[in-house]
């Protein structure tokens, strides 16, 4: 089982940055994947990065490449978010998730079996 825990997130004015963090705790290693997804009021949750476990590679939305950069420190068992570049759409609840990595590559929310609870950005 694992248990995910966001913070980081809060009010910022467009242009500007911020980092995300997630404290994972439970079994977190080589088989499980970790993820940010996002979702706003009326819109569908969706998927803005991963990490393959051990910091291998990432992978990103369109939305978001080049402005986000999705991190691990594994002595930590802390996953990060770096946000660049932030826009009035990029405003919306963020999700750290984390899956078996089968799914690595995915930024299907079906993909993913544990969810934290959210931390909100707000970009204006």
């Known amino acids: 089982h694992v248990q995910l825990v966001e913070s980081g997130g809060g009010p910022v004015q467009a242009g500007g940055s911020l980092t995300l963090s997630c404290a994972a705790s439970?079994?977190?290693?080589?088989?499980?994947?970790m993820a940010w997804f996002r979702q706003s009021p009326g819109k569908k949750r969706e998927g803005v990065a991963g990490?393959?476990?051990?910091?291998?590679?990432?992978y990103y939305a369109d939305s978001v490449e080049g402005r986000f950069t999705i991190s691990q420190d594994y002595a930590k068992n802390t996953l990060y978010l770096q946000m660049n570049s932030l826009q009035p759409e990029d405003t919306a609840l963020y999700y750290c998730a984390a899956g078996n990595v089968w799914y690595g590559g995915s930024l299907y929310p079906s993909h993913y079996n544990y969810w934290g609870r959210g931390t909100q950005v707000t970009v204006s």
């Open positions: 439970g079994n977190i290693d080589d088989s499980i994947v």
């Open positions: 990490i393959y476990p051990g910091g291998g590679s990432q």
